[in-house]
């Protein structure tokens, strides 16, 4: 365990809430309470007709998708989901600021929502300016005329939406002082949050300075800009005071990003002897009220992914968005991944089932023996030797077992643009700043052994210092499995390039010239393509006479290229296990009819808790990759590769087909109870 770690286990970690400054201001929103409707009248609060900036998209996947209508952020005029920020109130204390929130007052006009994607496809638009509610929409891969093929297997999937629900909710402080913005945030990338803000408040970037305060898990939800940093910022830039925002529980659940929350429907054309020959698919995404990046971009993504990794050589999807009054879609640990091997490994097995092949053995014989691209653009390298590889190291011979199931996966990480880093020495010590933040993944672990192996420093003279626009200029961020990948590289490139400055100094490089030394070296280190990796999962599990699923064991054999640092691997592995698990059995944003949130607790929502964790055997196989310390992504491995194979295991030991997640006990019981 590092040392930064160790503060955190002892609690002298400095969160959000943990800042404290004279005279600081304590925000609260004013949210709507309808799914949709015109916003009147406000009266007590500041609100949209007073501050009337709008959100650019930010974060994962920003600027990947067709524009569309951005939120602002302060309700214009309408509402489109509930949880919408509407208004805002600030006080000395936060329970001064609850008082002000209460005695807020507004009229609305309500009007028909639009709750879901079966509503969004067939109702007028949510927005007047749009002709649909369609978001975006993708075409990939050439249409083909449908083979004459023996099997035509056809199925549809629907994922419900999660929330991250890290153990830290978001927040931020913010200060304006000589001009100049600063925001301390509990973030995933401080280079997002400065753009968003400069661009929303028209204020030019080098004016805003964005810093990471310790930042207690994320999983997606805090990559990006919210209305709140933008109200918080607003407000101290009004006030010459600090201003802090800290989401609430119930916050978080109506009003941050929501993951997952896709629906696709798949045709597989095959031979009886396994063999698939063309696969079509229709994919759609909830992406909620407003435009933001991701949600536009996500259909594509899943679409993109749908071939994993066999060697289908004809595929064609329709991937779109829909606008839907909910809160607008954003990334949750796997963001696409996940769903798109979801819908592909659940037709791998109906394809077993329909031919009486094994799971493995059906798996096997569309595996890759060469490197491939799929007709929709995914590259992968030959499947099949990891194929058999994964199932020796899992002990699984692919014969027909109750309460088992398999899968096997693509991890396909965000390599691109690359990174940004930072090595900086100062009194014997060397500070290292990285684009990709450690908000609980424990980076300084890799980094420290890393830097100590290519510099020869003792690991304790590394100091990794937080996020900080204004140490480091340029960077992107960390989501998609790609930190130890692109920061990592981006690090090594740092110190290469302080080594050689050192011998061109020296005339030889030795660390003690470093450490005596005034270092200071930036990079942005760019990278292009894909550098995907392999995984598989194996799953035991059985459902109770009262629909309960119980898992008994989950094993994984992943490609991580090469292991920077095999604790940390492996707490990731058993963490992403837990929450896909969690996904898989019970976790679930619930809307009404109405387009009202009906989970609204960490009950609600199905949380898995520790008591809930299952054994997990972690296999670890290193085939390095073409960066030069031959890292592949992982973090996000477990989320995309968990649900098939324990859906699979409850299918086996239920005689059941199972298609949409999650798997509720209450659905468990009564398709059981029914009988044959």
Do not use: N
């Given at each position: 365990?590092?040392?930064?770690?160790?503060?955190?286990?002892?609690?002298?970690?400095r969160y959000v809430d943990d800042l404290r400054f004279p005279e600081m201001l304590h925000l609260r929103i004013v949210r709507s309470v309808y799914a949709r409707a015109r916003v009147l009248r406000v009266r007590g609060a500041i609100d949209g007709q007073e501050l009337k900036a709008t959100l650019p998209a930010s974060g994962e996947g920003a600027g990947a998708g067709p524009l569309g209508v951005s939120e602002p952020a302060l309700a214009q005029g309408e509402v489109q989901y509930v949880g919408q920020a509407v208004g805002a109130v600030v006080a000395p204390t936060v329970e001064r600021a609850e008082d002000l929130l209460a005695s807020v007052e507004v009229d609305y006009e309500p009007l028909t929502p639009v709750p879901d994607l079966r509503a969004a496809r067939s109702s007028p638009p949510i927005h007047a300016a749009l002709a649909s509610n369609v978001m975006a929409e993708y075409a990939l891969g050439p249409p083909f005329e449908p083979p004459t093929a023996p099997l035509v297997l056809e199925d549809e999937f629907r994922i419900a939406r999660v929330a991250a629900n890290p153990l830290e909710t978001r927040g931020a402080v913010a200060r304006f002082e000589s001009g100049r913005?600063?925001?301390d945030a509990s973030t995933q990338s401080v280079f997002s949050v400065r753009a968003g803000l400069a661009t929303a408040l028209g204020l030019a970037p080098e004016n805003v300075r964005v810093r990471e305060a310790d930042t207690g898990g994320a999983f997606g939800s805090k990559g990006s800009l919210y209305p709140e940093h933008v109200v918080a910022a607003y407000v101290a830039m009004k006030t010459g005071r600090p201003v802090k925002w800290v989401e609430t529980r119930t916050e978080h659940l109506t009003s941050s990003r929501h993951g997952r929350g896709a629906e696709a429907r798949l045709r597989l054309y095959a031979e009886r002897d396994g063999t698939i020959r063309a696969l079509e698919g229709d994919v759609s995404v909830d992406g909620g009220a407003y435009f933001a990046g991701l949600n536009a971009f996500t259909p594509r993504f899943i679409g993109f992914q749908l071939t994993g990794p066999y060697a289908i050589e004809r595929a064609h999807v329709r991937a779109r968005a829909f606008y839907t009054n909910r809160v607008p879609l954003g990334p949750y640990r796997g963001a696409g991944r996940p769903e798109a091997a979801y819908f592909l490994e659940r037709m791998l097995d109906r394809l077993a089932d329909e031919t009486g092949l094994d799971a493995l053995e059906v798996r096997r014989r569309n595996a890759t023996a060469?490197?491939?691209?799929?007709?929709?653009?995914?590259?992968?390298?030959?499947?099949r030797p990891f194929l058999e590889e994964a199932a020796s190291a899992l002990s699984y011979d692919g014969r027909p077992a109750p309460g088992v199931g398999f899968s096997f996966?693509?991890?396909v990480p965000a390599f691109g643009p690359g990174e940004g880093a930072r090595l900086k020495v100062e009194a014997g010590q060397l500070h290292v700043w990285v684009g990709s933040h450690d908000h609980g993944q424990d980076h300084g672990g890799w980094l420290r052994g890393l830097l100590a192996s290519e510099l020869a420093?003792?690991?304790?003279?590394?100091?990794?210092?937080r996020g900080d626009t204004d140490a480091l200029d340029?960077?992107?961020?960390?989501?998609?499995s790609r930190s130890a990948m692109v920061g990592a590289a981006a690090v090594l490139s740092a110190a290469r390039k302080l080594r050689a400055s050192i011998e061109s100094e020296k005339g030889r490089y030795d660390a003690r010239f470093l450490l005596e030394g005034h270092g200071d070296i930036t990079v942005f280190e760019p990278q292009a393509g894909q550098s995907n990796a392999l995984g598989a999962n194996l799953v035991r599990a059985l459902a109770t006479p009262s629909g309960t699923i119980e898992v008994r064991e989950v094993r994984a054999y992943y490609d991580v290229g090469r292991a920077l640092n095999r604790s940390a691997i492996e707490s990731q592995v058993v963490g992403g296990t837990l929450q896909a698990v969690g996904q898989t059995i019970g976790e679930e944003i619930d809307y009404d009819d109405a387009g009202q949130v009906r989970t609204m607790s960490l009950g609600d929502a199905g949380v898995a808790s520790a008591v809930s964790a299952v054994p997990t055997v972690v296999g670890i196989a290193e085939h390095p990759s073409r960066l030069p310390h031959g890292a592949k992504g992982v973090g996000e491995a477990p989320t995309v590769g968990v649900p098939p194979a324990l859906v699979r295991a409850v299918e086996t030991d239920t005689g059941r087909h199972w298609t949409n997640l999650p798997l509720r006990a209450h659905d468990v019981y009564l398709r059981r109870s029914a009988g044959p």
């Open positions: 365990m590092s040392e930064r770690a160790r503060e955190f286990v002892r609690g002298r970690g913005l600063t925001v060469a490197p491939f691209r799929s007709p929709l653009g995914l590259e992968v390298e030959a499947t996966f693509v991890l420093v003792p690991e304790e003279s590394i100091v990794l210092e340029r960077g992107v961020g960390t989501w998609g």
